[in-house]
Every structure is written in C-alpha cells, then in structure tokens.
C-alpha cells in the first residue's frame, strides 16, 4: 500500500502487472501438465504392440528434467510443476516404446 492506502502494483517491461503474470504462469502449468497426458494414450499403444518412436520420449525426459531442476533452483514453482509430470510420462512412454 502507497501513502493514500492504494495497492502498490509492480508492472514488467511489457507493462504487465504481477498478478497477471502470476495467473499467466499458472494457467500455462495446467496446459503443460495437459500435454504431458497425452502421453497415457501413447504409452497405452505402445503396450498394446503399436510400438512409436523413442525420439520423442527421450527429448521429453532431458528437456523436462532440465527445466524442472531449473525451476526448483529458482523456486519458480511453475515451471517445475509444469515440467514435472513430462519426466515420469516421457520416462514411460520411452520404456514401453522399447
């Protein structure tokens, strides 16, 4: 609060506030963990004898332990959760491509 009792509200660069900028980063972790389920299905044909690729899965795992590891050293908790459930699918979907 400022002297005349109005919240104080910082702006980014792009003349954003922080709170939009907070609902932005969680509504992008939703989305992701989104994505990140939509590898049930691929994990479920590759079960099945439809095998796919490992290319894919194997990107998912390093890509998304790098950013996982790099949220938490920054406790940008966003994008660890984001990140997070794209390990274990990713780590599945490659296993059960195999």
């Known amino acids: 609060m400022n002297s005349n009792g109005h919240a104080i509200t ?20 939703v989305t992701s963990v989104l994505m990140f389920v939509s590898y049930i299905d691929q994990i479920q044909l590759n079960l099945s004898g439809q095998k796919g690729s490992i290319i894919q899965p194997l990107a998912t795992v390093v890509n998304c332990g790098l950013w996982t590891t790099y949220g938490a050293l920054r406790r940008d908790w966003p994008v660890s959760f984001a990140n997070a459930p794209g390990i274990l699918l990713g780590a599945l979907a490659l296993i059960s491509a195999l």
């Open 10 to 29: 910082r702006s980014h660069p792009t003349g954003t506030s922080d709170g939009f900028v907070r609902w932005l980063g969680w509504i992008a972790t």
